[in-house]
């Protein structure tokens, strides 16, 4: 070993690096030592590793269900206040000259049954303009069968692909809609029930609209839902999202007509604060498998320190300052700490960017449905990557490994030599 000198040598100098590597290599009277430092580092990686796949998966869900839901539902929700909405025409025109706005679609929307020769379900049907159905964006990309192409006309409806499966039907079949507000007779209100022919199937990609959504022409809707030549609902959709208050700002300013007006913030606030209250208390409690794995840097170090009472104390005779005694122990746990940090970044990285084949393999060998669409909503199990989350947790994971190794580094530089060495 290089004797330091009498001053002491510089902060983190090579002697320093030496030693502390040495003691982190296991010999075998140090063995016990070695199995805590072990456990400390596996805690750290598995830690880090679970932490940056679960941030993943949560922000996943929260960047797919808020496209799927906005993609179908639109950005800003308008409806007549004091009279049914006949000039939706009117209306729409100015909506759309709003800058920001890439969508506005006047919809007959209500609640209704449909059937066919082999199952029946609830649904919700919705009167759309075929030039407004071509370009909602979570339906146009995603048709499945048939085509959208002469909707208008066709006077039949599109279904979501699950629905369809759950019907038994395809394309070119028949269905029946039902309403139990129908119309009048001389014997009161009757069911209304009538036919349609299936041209076309979508996936959406989330399990309860895929069941839910039936769009049929406008001009059909209208009369079926005892309309005339109103609507219920305009939905718009915007640019940006997040942008919705200044769309609203733009909205009373260019219609003087008395309007309700909702946007997607306030109609799904307790969906996706709900998201948000998890993924924090997920952070917090899978944080604490880093907690116990600095608590055992705590530990390994304090039985290091004990283990090497002698050793420190030759090193203080020979010129060692407190400093380089201090920081000996800071660099062992340090080192446990990146070392663990490092491989569980890595680790974490690996899982989150192939959670989709790892659950499809899991599913295979274990002839299981690990993430059922019809409980989770989405078709496939999503994992988006947040660089600054990432840096978060690698450096929480880092920051308690150093201050774990404050103490037991405090404790070994206050050692007193003679004392140390009177009973050798």
Request: no cysteine.
């Amino acid at each position: 070993m290089t004797q330091p000198s009498p001053n002491g040598a510089g902060a983190f100098a090579a002697f320093e690096w030496t030693v502390a590597l040495r003691y982190l290599r296991a010999r075998r009277a140090d063995g016990f030592v070695s199995v805590i430092a072990l456990f400390s580092f596996l805690g750290i990686v598995l830690g880090v590793a679970t932490l940056i796949v679960v941030m993943a998966v949560m922000n996943g869900f929260h960047h797919e269900l808020m496209n799927k839901i906005l993609g179908v539902n639109g950005h800003a929700f308008v409806q007549a206040v004091e009279s049914p909405f006949a000039d939706w025409r009117e209306v729409t025109d100015k909506i759309a000259k709003i800058p920001g706005v890439k969508l506005v679609a006047p919809m007959v929307e209500g609640a209704a049954g449909i059937s066919s020769p082999y199952q029946q379900s609830g649904v919700l049907a919705r009167g759309i303009r075929e030039a407004d159905l071509k370009r909602m964006p979570g339906v146009a990309g995603n048709l499945r069968e048939g085509t959208f192409e002469g909707f208008d006309q066709a006077a039949g409806v599109a279904i979501g692909q699950r629905l369809a499966e759950q019907l038994g039907v395809h394309v070119g079949d028949k269905v029946t809609l039902i309403i139990a507000k129908g119309g009048q007779t001389p014997f009161g209100v009757m069911p209304r029930l009538k036919q349609y022919p299936i041209v076309a199937t979508f996936s959406i990609g989330m399990s309860e609209f895929d069941n839910l959504f039936v769009y049929m022409p406008l001009a059909e809707a209208q009369p079926f839902f005892n309309h005339d030549d109103d609507v219920t609902v305009v939905e718009v959709f915007i640019d940006d999202p997040e942008a919705i208050d200044a769309f609203r700002a733009n909205l009373a300013g260019a219609v003087a007509r008395p309007l309700i007006v909702t946007d997607w913030r306030q109609r799904n606030k307790t969906f996706f604060d709900t998201i948000q209250v998890e993924k924090n208390i997920l952070f917090i409690i899978l944080m604490l498998i880093v907690v116990v794995a600095a608590f055992n840097i705590v530990s390994g170090l304090t039985m290091l320190v004990k283990d090497k009472t002698k050793d420190i104390a030759i090193l203080r005779t020979m010129g060692a300052t407190r400093g380089s005694v201090l920081r000996i122990f800071l660099i062992i746990g340090a080192s446990i700490g990146v070392i663990g940090d490092l491989f569980g970044f890595g680790l974490g990285l690996l899982l989150a960017k192939n959670l989709e084949n790892i659950r499809a393999l899991l599913n295979k060998l274990l002839h299981a449905n690990l993430f059922p669409a019809e409980f989770y909503f989405l078709s496939q199990l999503p994992s988006i990557v947040d660089p600054a989350g990432v840096a978060l947790v690698v450096g929480m994971a880092f920051l308690l490994a150093i201050l774990a190794s404050i103490y037991p580094a405090w404790k070994a530089a206050s050692l007193d030599p003679v004392q140390a060495l009177r009973g050798e």
